[in-house]
């Protein structure tokens, strides 16, 4: 698997389990997708890195540190996945966040394709998931590296045919996929589920919200049931690896044609 | 600062970025005290790991495979504090638990004594959190690696003079201190928080509820509000660093008297 990794800078440096992201989760990160070699949507990564971070209360570096890593990997971005992580730094024992510690820089390029390239282009096929994600605030909406409510929920299901799962927060109101944020169209409005409780507000949501906005659509954060994603005229999924995807079918619904998906990927494509 | 780190029983090894501790916290962990050149309760101690790891469907490795890792550290378990952490192991990208991975044992051993040994031992002065833990009941009880509640909780002060925080749900039950687990005693019950919504179960916990029942008290797992908290006769907190401590004051509130504590303190010596 040829996987390049850089641990402040240094290429092939390895992570010292007291790193406070190995012994606490204690970090945000970043999913990149590379075209054309370059980090697609970079400047808005680190943007939404630099804030998640800043609400933890980690000291993010200057921009131009990862800057400078990603420039030791020109040549060698030949596509595939950029992964980029920071974590509070090696500090002092116990929960306390440590003062004056240097956070750690973690830049993983993966230059095999993702998975989800395979997802067919005629819809995807999703089931609901049986586990409910946690209401909290003070970490909605960041993609933190405390993500075990993600792997416990991608356990769930085996089956190849299955692309995502829809996950629920405990109270019933409908979130986002395992690894994606979730778009319906309804009644000429674009719905987005709120991410005030839980949930991660993902780059590519974030664009999409602005573009179709932009281009005069109802764009609304809602509170959703289940019963309203059913009732959805469309039903969208979004993040940076598998860009817009319109699904298919949920459990016994299907949405076998499209109406406003082709219309969303064109602005999504021409920003 | 003399800390030796054992990788699957390597010395000096560092841990992949890729490892799915480093990825997702996704992994288990235990915290224990080094007594007369031996970790205290390692059987206790492992047997948790191993039950932890089961709720997250992580394939614990033989307790034997913890005590050959130990066993390169003979002579040199001079006191301090160990940490065991097994993550899920190097997996495929995405959140989704890789088949047939094997999983990865840290051993972490730092000599140092640990700064909760400088606490008084008329007792601990304690705050009450602002910050509220998430109910997510496929997580409660496992000290698994998300621990970043913990880390924010911890964030709120800074005064030395201030030994733990109390932390409650979001409906507002107290659930246990940022790291260990609470006790009252009242009206000649020894009473703790139910820990089946979040919180962690600790060893030292579960000791002294078995010693206690086994001494002829009446011990209850309960769901304990702020208010039935204050109004105890007494108040205990428990971790495998500290033992087992009392509580001196939590803000307004003084406990200057203690009717229980050497009680049980005889009792957890005594096993």
């Known amino acids: 698997m040829p996987v390049i990794r850089l641990i402040n800078g240094c290429e092939g440096a390895a992570l010292d389990p007291l790193d406070r992201g190995a012994q606490y989760g204690d970090g945000v990160f970043r999913t990149l997708r590379v075209a054309r070699e370059r980090p697609q949507w970079l400047e808005a990564q680190l943007a939404k890195l630099g804030d998640d971070a800043a609400r933890l209360g980690i000291d993010a570096p200057d921009t131009a540190a990862w800057r400078a890593d990603l420039a030791k990997l020109d040549g060698r971005l030949s596509g595939g996945v950029l992964k980029l992580l920071l974590t509070r730094g090696i500090g002092a024992r116990g929960y306390r966040p440590p003062s004056g510690v240097t956070p750690t820089r973690i830049v993983i390029h993966d230059s095999t394709p993702p998975p989800s390239d395979q997802w067919p282009a005629t819809g995807l096929n999703l089931r609901v998931c049986e586990f409910r994600l946690a209401e909290q605030t003070r970490l ?14 991608r356990a769930e299901w085996d089956d190849p045919e299955i692309h995502e799962g829809l996950l629920r927060d405990a109270s019933g109101r409908v979130i986002s996929g395992v690894m994606s944020n979730l778009l319906l169209w309804r009644n000429g409005r674009l719905l987005t589920p709120r991410l005030d409780r839980c949930g991660v507000a993902g780059v590519t949501r974030a664009r999409l919200m602005r573009h179709a906005t932009a281009a ?14 059913m009732a959805a005229d469309e039903l969208m999924l979004c993040n940076s690896l598998i860009g817009l995807r319109r699904v298919a079918r949920l459990g016994a619904r299907a949405w076998p044609d499209t109406e406003i998906y082709d219309v969303l990927h064109t602005l999504l494509d021409a920003e």
């Open 216 to 229: 005069g659509f109802a764009v609304e954060e809602s509170e959703l049931g289940l019963d309203e994603v």
């Open 140 to 153: 909605a909406g960041i993609k933190h590296l405390n993500r075990l409510e993600n792997v416990l929920a």
